[in-house]
């Protein structure tokens, strides 16, 4: 079954400062691997997505993920935040197997994102 | 990227009642989708909503508690029926366009069952 682990509940960094946002999942094959944003009172919004090749992805917004195999891990990041980053950030996976699992999502629970000015 | 828009954007319903939620998508898709956004917490796949076909539900989640429709390649809605103070939530419609892998989402309809 697939799974994702989003470890950290909220995450507080300073503007300008570098953040990361931590991303672990578990896929029986190889992962498809994407980040949303969810600010207050609106749907989700897509940030970027792995699938093959380059291990660090580039997205929306200046933000960029690094994909580690072995850690089986997918962490957000961005090298200088700002005040309006201040949002819920989600990761997902799909198991490349569709024959077993289709195109569902699994979702990680979500880290709350607060920039402080 | 895909526009998507839900109506009604929010309501709060007596319990025992329906609600139907409509889901329209600017361009034609090959898949849509029903998600589920408890307060507090991440969001859990319904069902697959199928063209002209019954929508394939995942395990939880059942076609009397919550039918959907698709008539067309750019319409659906999902019903939640027989509603109870559990039912309430952020319902999200999500869409994927052919040959492309992520999915788009909808402005969420916010549900609260009294």
């Known amino acids: 079954a697939q799974s994702v682990a989003q470890p950290e509940d909220q995450v507080n960094v300073a503007e300008g400062n570098p953040l990361t946002v931590k991303c672990t999942y578990s896929?029986?094959?190889?992962?498809?691997l994407f980040w949303y944003v969810q600010y207050p009172n609106r749907g989700l919004q897509f940030l970027l997505k792995y699938i093959t090749g380059d291990n660090l992805v580039k997205g929306s917004y200046g933000f960029e993920a690094e994909f580690n195999k072995s850690q089986t891990s997918f962490h957000l990041k961005k090298p200088s935040a700002l005040v309006s980053d201040s949002a819920l950030y989600f990761c997902?996976?799909?198991?490349?197997?569709?024959?077993?699992?289709?195109?569902?999502?699994?979702f990680g629970a979500g880290t709350i994102l607060r920039v402080k000015s | 990227s895909a526009v998507i828009s839900q109506k009604p954007s929010r309501d709060i319903c007596q319990r025992g009642t329906s609600l139907t939620i409509q889901c329209q998508v600017d361009?034609?898709?090959?898949?849509m989708f029903w998600y589920r956004q408890q307060p507090g917490q991440s969001l859990t796949l319904i069902a697959t909503?199928?063209?002209?076909?019954?929508?394939?539900?995942e395990s939880g989640f059942v076609i009397d508690k919550f039918p959907i429709s698709r008539p067309n390649l750019t319409f659906s809605t999902l019903t939640v029926s027989n509603m109870s103070p559990e039912d309430s939530s952020i319902y999200l419609c999500s869409a994927k366009r052919t040959g492309g892998l992520e999915q788009y989402f909808g402005p969420g309809t916010r549900l609260t069952v009294t």
């Open positions: 896929v029986s094959g190889n992962p498809y």
């Open positions: 361009s034609q898709v090959t898949m």
């Open positions: 997902a996976v799909r198991d490349i197997k569709t024959r077993e699992y289709g195109n569902k999502l699994v």
């Open positions: 909503a199928n063209q002209g076909s019954e929508a394939t539900y």
